[in-house]
């Protein structure tokens, strides 16, 4: 388990001026993060951003494997509720899974100063999420009627998609916490204890899944290189 002081600044950031890119600070952690102390590193952080301690945050990590039951969570869709942990989460959505192959990003932004409009920043993320991916090598987009983010899969069948990507966030006094995951390599049949995100008819992916050798430090890298064009402020 690791211990919160072991977070270092991002070493992708050496490659990156935050002058250039306009970026938060980045913070990665080395080790998987519990989810209990996720939440309340993030509740610290955010509660220390509204009296100006804190700045914005990016915080990097990877959680050991467990589910999140965001507040729209239906009871019905934790189909295996032994396999792992369960932890009720404050998020938006519904059930989904984090574990070592996943890059979780927490996302703390102060909307007060970058536009108070919920759903532009939930297409934001979708958009810094789609443009990172697309900066890998790979074509994703968003759903009209689902939120995060997509994969379309000719090869299996006509109109299928999977989910390569989860959005999930909250406010509080117009600060963001919680934030996205991204499907690098996780072990996909730990999936199968839930409904994720309460969509049942459609699978979920990852970049080892489709074929491609892309690393987590990759995918860091094109998610800070692609912030600031993701989140232009007016």
Not at 66 to 82: F, I, M, R
């Amino acid at each position: 388990m690791t211990e919160i002081g072991e977070q270092i600044t991002h070493p992708v950031l050496k490659e990156y001026s935050n002058e250039i890119f306009g970026l938060p600070s980045c913070r990665l952690s080395t080790a998987p993060v519990t989810y209990p102390e996720a939440v309340s590193e993030m509740e610290a952080h955010i509660a220390a951003m509204r009296t100006g301690e804190h700045d914005e945050l990016l915080w990097f990590l990877e959680h050991p494997p467990l589910y999140t039951a965001g507040t729209g969570a239906q009871e019905s869709d934790l189909l295996s509720p032994e396999k792992f942990p369960v932890f009720k989460s404050g998020r938006g959505g519904q059930f989904t899974y984090h574990g070592p192959g996943q890059r979780v990003v927490y996302v703390m932004l102060d909307l007060n100063h970058r536009g108070r409009d919920v759903r532009r920043f939930v297409q934001q993320l979708q958009n810094w999420i789609i443009n990172a991916l697309n900066e890998c090598g790979l074509q994703a987009r968003a759903d009209s009627a689902h939120i995060g983010v997509w994969v379309d899969r000719p090869d299996l069948g006509e109109n299928r998609a999977d989910k390569i990507a989860a959005i999930g966030v909250r406010l509080r006094k117009w600060i963001s916490f919680h934030g996205i995951s991204i499907n690098v390599s996780p072990d996909l049949t730990h999936f199968n204890g839930i409904v994720p995100c309460g969509i049942a008819d459609q699978s979920v992916t990852s970049l080892k899944a489709l074929g491609m050798d892309i690393s987590m430090t990759e995918l860091d890298e094109a998610l800070i290189k692609t912030f600031q064009s993701s989140f232009e402020i007016d």
